[in-house]
Nanobody, 125 residues
């Protein structure tokens, strides 16, 4: 069984920064694609960013330039550095893995086998 545990969510002011982490455990392949997603109240879950095992990244248009996804395969950990946060970034953030190839051209929500429980990010104006 594969488990993903997110952490690092917090309440911050507009313009602030946060770093989210996602630790993966269990029987999974660190060659798989990994990704971050988010869901705001009353909205559908949307893709934030994905990263291949080799470090190739892909971002949703509204996050590119402000968010940076990275991974440490030796630590089985996925990261999301978020800068210049805006109130519209307020959401529950989820990590996912369990697909061999990252979706293109944008980080799609469908097709992931394993999801974490989420960590809450709240940005106030």
């Amino acid at each position: 069984q594969v488990q993903l545990v997110e952490s690092g969510g917090d309440s911050v002011q507009s313009g602030g920064s946060l770093r989210l982490s996602c630790v993966v455990s269990g029987y999974y392949s660190n060659r798989d694609c990994m990704g971050w997603f988010r869901q705001a109240p009353g909205k559908e879950r949307e893709g934030v960013a994905t990263i291949t095992s080799g470090g190739y990244t892909n971002y949703a248009d509204s996050m590119e330039g402000r968010f940076t996804i990275s991974r440490d395969n030796a630590k089985n950990t996925l990261y999301l550095n978020m800068n210049s946060l805006k109130p519209e970034d307020t959401a529950m953030y989820y990590c996912a893995t369990g697909r061999r190839f990252c979706p293109t051209p944008r980080p799609l929500v469908s097709g992931w086998n394993y999801w974490g429980q989420g960590t809450q990010v709240t940005v106030s104006s």
